[in-house]
């Protein structure tokens, strides 16, 4: 069974500190995606790594991919406000279905 | 250029009725995957279809629970004899690509219905 541990669980912070969420697996995937979602709503798709080693931003947020492919990580730089949500990483796997982590909730103070 | 679209976006049923919860992919996706997810617990996948053929129904309770996608019309599912565990929010997600398919297979997802068991 393939598993995806996230961490971690809660994270409360000020505005202006950096942080990182981790998700981490014995499995290999053959992509990872983070998803942000906020109350009441559907998880929005925020970025997909593919290849071992990856990075990839998006304005302050950096996106790792472990070179195995079997876990990854989320970095957030000077954390606002606005970052305040529920952080998703779900691993694709060959069958089509996504694997999810717990999921982190982060609240940013001002 | 619409998303995944979810209806209703709240369902209240009573223990033993039946629940329908539809969904509508983005358009030029012929792959939907349904995943439920419990208060205070992550996203758990259910079932995973494409146009009129379930490819992965290994989520699914055994009981009670079906899925389908026609070829024409959203993809419906359906919970018959609703018990108070069944009380939860369905999502729907929707890609371009298969597994099987070249490339990645990014799943977008759609609002979500909250389903209340009374």
């Known amino acids: 069974t393939q598993l995806l541990e996230q961490s971690p669980q809660f994270l409360s912070i000020q505005e202006g500190e950096n942080l990182t969420v981790y998700c981490n697996s014995s499995?290999?995937?053959?992509?990872l995606q983070w998803y942000r979602q906020e109350p009441g709503e559907g998880p929005v798709l925020l970025v997909t790594?593919?290849?071992?080693?990856e990075v990839k931003k998006l304005k302050r947020l950096t996106f790792q991919f472990g070179d195995a492919r079997k876990d990854s990580s989320l970095h957030i730089t000077a954390a606002q406000t606005g970052d305040t949500g529920l952080y998703l990483c779900?691993?694709?796997?060959?069958?089509?279905?996504?694997?999810f982590g717990q999921g982190t909730t982060l609240q940013v103070k001002p | 250029n619409a998303g995944v679209m979810q209806n209703p976006r709240h369902l209240v049923r009573r223990r033993g009725q039946e629940a329908r919860l539809r969904c509508s992919p983005v358009?030029?996706?012929?792959?939907v995957y349904w995943y439920r997810q419990l208060p205070e617990e992550g996203l758990k996948f259910m079932v995973y279809?494409?146009?009129?053929?379930?490819?992965?129904e290994s989520g699914m309770p055994k009981e009670r629970f079906s899925a389908e996608f026609p070829k024409e019309g959203p993809s419906i599912l359906r919970i018959q004899q609703v018990v108070r565990g069944d009380s939860a929010a369905y999502f729907c997600?929707?890609?371009?690509?298969?597994?099987?398919?070249?490339?990645?297979?990014?799943?977008?997802f759609g609002p979500g219905t909250r389903l209340t068991v009374l």
């Open positions: 997600a929707s890609s371009f690509r298969g597994p099987r398919d070249r490339g990645y297979n990014e799943q977008f």
């Open positions: 499995s290999v995937f053959s992509s």
């Open positions: 790594v593919v290849t071992g080693g």
């Open positions: 779900a691993g694709a796997g060959n069958t089509g279905k996504l694997i």
């Open positions: 358009k030029g996706h012929s792959h």
């Open positions: 279809l494409q146009k009129e053929n379930i490819i992965d």
